[in-house]
């Protein structure tokens, strides 16, 4: 628990060095999120920009247009994904409340665990979506899964560290959506997918064999 939540300072720490550009790209977020159309690939362009930063790459605010062109489509398909499913599900919960009986607020608790799981999945669908030479997103999604198998614990506090974040700016830091709540977890989950990756991948290669070029 304490290299967790040293890691995480150390990540928050180099967060507030990218300040201004976590800002900017921020407010462009919003921006191209309130226009609608432009939503899907608007998170995809801000993924993309905090995955270089997370790289220890210069960046800067062109970087979110670069990444609104090149992954267009891509958050698109992610997007829509999104929706189908969170509106499946939703829409079981709702049709599920309908009837009466004991049964019925557990089944309707097994549809809102499967939202809450599925949410937890998207933290890193993305970022692994930018990391693999397979762009579909099945792979992503397994891979995502992975994650959580193999460190469950470091994958939730992640999350839950993203839902204290968007929670305060909720109720108490509303100014914070506009200026960097989005762009900052964002920027954790390419962090932390890029960790994971390099954790799992050093776990996988035998100590007399050197690792695969990334």
């Given at each position: 628990?304490?290299?967790?939540?040293?890691?995480?300072?150390?990540?928050?720490?180099?967060?507030f060095d990218s300040f201004?550009?976590?800002?900017?790209?921020?407010?462009?977020?919003?921006?191209?999120?309130?226009?609608?159309?432009?939503?899907?690939?608007?998170?995809?362009?801000?993924?993309?920009?905090?995955?270089?930063?997370?790289?220890?790459?210069?960046?800067?605010?062109?970087?979110?247009?670069?990444?609104?062109?090149?992954?267009?489509?891509?958050?698109?398909?992610?997007?829509?994904?999104?929706?189908?499913?969170?509106?499946?599900?939703?829409?079981?919960?709702?049709?599920?409340?309908?009837?009466?009986?004991?049964?019925?607020?557990?089944?309707?608790?097994?549809?809102?665990?499967?939202?809450?799981?599925?949410?937890?999945?998207?933290?890193?669908?993305?970022?692994?979506?930018?990391?693999?030479?397979?762009?579909?997103?099945?792979?992503?999604?397994?891979?995502?899964?992975?994650?959580?198998?193999?460190?469950?614990?470091?994958?939730?506090?992640?999350?839950?560290?993203?839902?204290v974040l968007i929670i305060?700016?909720?109720?108490?830091?509303?100014?914070?959506?506009?200026?960097?709540?989005?762009?900052?977890?964002?920027?954790?989950?390419?962090?932390?997918?890029?960790?994971?990756?390099?954790?799992?991948?050093?776990?996988?290669?035998?100590?007399?064999?050197?690792?695969?070029?990334?």
């Open positions: 628990m304490r290299a967790f939540f040293g890691t995480l300072f150390n990540w928050l720490v180099e967060a201004f550009e976590l800002m900017v790209w921020n407010l462009l977020w919003l921006v191209f999120t309130l226009l609608v159309v432009t939503a899907p690939p608007a998170s995809a362009a801000l993924y993309y920009a905090t995955n270089r930063l997370a790289h220890g790459q210069r960046a800067n605010w062109r970087d979110f247009f670069t990444g609104l062109r090149q992954h267009f489509w891509l958050g698109w398909r992610w997007g829509l994904l999104n929706l189908v499913i969170i509106f499946v599900l939703l829409s079981n919960y709702i049709f599920y409340g309908s009837f009466e009986g004991g049964w019925v607020s557990w089944v309707q608790g097994v549809f809102l665990a499967l939202i809450f799981l599925w949410l937890l999945l998207q933290i890193f669908t993305f970022p692994l979506l930018l990391e693999q030479q397979d762009q579909r997103l099945r792979t992503a999604l397994r891979n995502s899964l992975v994650f959580y198998v193999k460190r469950p614990g470091f994958c939730l506090g992640v999350g839950l560290t993203s839902l305060l700016s909720t109720t108490l830091l509303v100014p914070a959506w506009v200026v960097i709540t989005a762009s900052l977890c964002a920027y954790l989950a390419n962090r932390a997918a890029l960790h994971l990756i390099e954790e799992l991948d050093a776990r996988s290669t035998p100590p007399d064999e050197p690792r695969a070029p990334a």
